[in-house]
């Protein structure tokens, strides 16, 4: 089953796994919401889960079916920087987590490997969490940035990018009110004087996991 609120790459990657012999797409859905029911109705063998969904994050959904006990494999693909979403999405309950760009040539493996059992992540990935658990300073302060819920995140992000709150509205399906309030709670995480302040460090953070 795929969760993503994009309908061409729905399809494109509907396509790349009909051809595969063995497995088929036998829903879809473009929110937490619809996915929720469509689980309930298909009973897939997986579920393949966009982060950025209309109505919420899809970490909500893999939180969500983690909380009912609900045993469905889990692979979460993204346009988001693995550097800080996959350690995220593994928290959340993922099995595993691909960016986009990885799609054709390693989607198909990264499902393979999802549905044997075992999780998935790019080799870069696995190497930057080897020489984390590596490198630990008990004494290092908190990267504040790890404070942020999984939406607060993705405004974060996009505030890096330059993109305005009326855009950011627009991409998250809620209101321009809805993304203020969300800049609020991040400057205070991030003890950010003002919103000048709270652009630099978004787009020195974006610089920093693009980097990585």
């Not at 012999?21 to 897939?44: G, W």
Request: hydrophobic share 40%.
């Amino acid at each position: 089953m795929i969760v993503d609120d994009h309908p061409i790459f729905r399809k494109g990657l509907a396509q790349l796994i009909n051809e595969e012999d063995d497995m088929a797409v036998c829903a879809e859905a473009e929110t937490v919401f619809d996915a929720q029911k469509m689980i309930a109705k298909t009973r897939p063998d997986m579920l393949i889960v966009d982060i950025s969904l209309k109505d919420a994050s899809g970490l909500e959904l893999v939180k969500y079916m983690r909380e009912r006990n609900v045993k469905i494999p889990v692979l979460v693909l993204s346009m988001h920087e693995e550097s800080e979403y996959a350690e995220r999405a593994m928290k959340a309950g993922a099995q595993g987590f691909i960016m986009k760009q990885e799609m054709t040539n390693n989607v198909i493996s990264a499902i393979r490997r999802v549905l044997s059992g075992k999780n998935y992540l790019s080799e870069n990935m696995l190497d930057s969490i080897l020489e984390r658990i590596g490198d630990v300073d008990k004494n290092a302060p908190e990267d504040p940035v790890r404070r942020l819920s999984n939406r607060e995140l993705e405004v974060f992000g996009m505030i890096g990018r330059g993109i305005k709150n009326g855009e950011i509205a627009s991409r998250l399906n809620v209101s321009v009110k809805t993304v203020g309030t969300y800049r609020e709670n991040i400057k205070k995480k991030l003890n950010a004087r003002n919103s000048g302040q709270l652009m630099k460090m978004a787009i020195e953070w974006n610089k920093k996991i693009n980097m990585e």
